[in-house]
C-alpha cells in the first residue's frame, strides 16, 4: 500500500519562482501544521552587533554565541553552543522550526554553519501577525505583555555585551526566556485561537490566529 500523502496550499510566491520544490513562505500556515506533528521553537543570540558587520546585508557574518530550542517531541528545553550547531541543525531540517523573525534573522544567521535554509519548514509568528495586522515591525515584547502578561527579560544588546565578557551562562538563561516567551505565545495562540497585542499600557488589541 502507498504511504499517505499529505495535501499543502501555496501561497502565489510559489509561482514567482524558478524552483520545483516551494519554500516555507510559499507554503500556508495551515499546511505546515497538517505537515508536521512536533515543532522546534528557535531564538539565537550573536557575538556582534549590525552595525559591526556592515548593516543588515551582512547578518551572515554575525556569529552565533548562543541558541536555545524547544521540542515540542521530547517537551524539553535545550541550549546549543557554537560548537554544537550542528545537532541543532539536524533537528531543525526534522521540525517545524516556529520562531520571531527568524525568516529575517536566525535562520540566515545560520547559514554558515551549514543550515540549508530550503530544507527547512519555518513559522514566522512575526511574520504571520503582520499579514493579519497589516501592522509592521511588531515586536515580540507587544505580543507577549498584551498575550501573557510579561515581557522579555532584557535584550539583544546586553548578549553581545555578555559574550564580550565571557557571560555565557548569562546568554543562556536570557535566551532560554525569549523561547519560553514564544513557545507560550504560539501555544497560547493554538489554544485560544488569538493572541493580543499592547503596544501602550492602555491600548491591546486581540488577533485572531489560525495556529493549528
Known amino acids: 500500500m502507498a504511504a499517505p500523502t499529505t495535501r499543502i496550499k501555496l501561497n502565489p510566491s510559489y509561482w514567482r519562482h524558478l524552483s520545483c520544490v516551494p519554500f ?17 521553537v528557535l531564538d539565537i543570540e550573536t557575538q556582534k552587533l549590525v552595525q559591526d558587520v556592515g548593516g543588515w546585508d551582512h547578518i551572515d557574518k554575525l556569529g552565533i554565541s548562543v541558541a536555545c530550542a524547544y521540542d515540542s ?8 553552543r557554537e560548537n554544537e550547531l550542528k ?7 526534522e521540525r517545524l522550526v516556529v520562531g520571531y523573525n527568524i525568516r529575517g534573522f536566525d535562520l540566515p544567521v545560520m547559514v554558515p554553519y551549514g543550515l540549508n535554509i530550503q530544507r527547512v519548514d519555518a513559522f514566522d509568528i512575526m511574520y504571520d501577525l503582520e499579514t493579519l495586522t497589516r ?8 505580543v507577549a505583555r498584551g498575550t501573557l502578561g510579561a515581557g522579555k527579560s532584557a535584550d539583544g544588546l546586553m548578549a553581545v555585551e555578555w559574550w564580550k565578557k565571557g557571560e555565557i551562562q548569562k546568554i543562556i538563561d536570557y535566551c532560554m526566556q525569549d523561547v519560553k ?7 497560547y495562540g493554538r489554544q485560544n485561537g488569538f493572541v493580543k497585542i499592547q503596544r501602550s499600557e492602555e491600548k491591546i488589541v486581540e488577533v485572531p490566529v489560525q495556529w493549528n
Open 73 to 80: 517531541k521530547s517537551d524539553q528545553f535545550t541550549a546549543f
Open 24 to 40: 516555507s513562505e510559499d507554503v500556508i500556515p495551515s499546511s505546515l501544521f497538517l505537515k508536521h506533528r512536533h515543532f522546534l
Open 135 to 142: 501592522q509592521r515591525f511588531l515586536k515580540l515584547e507587544a
Open 87 to 93: 545537532n541543532l541543525i539536524e533537528l531543525c531540517e
Open 181 to 187: 516567551v514564544t513557545r507560550d505565545v504560539f501555544q
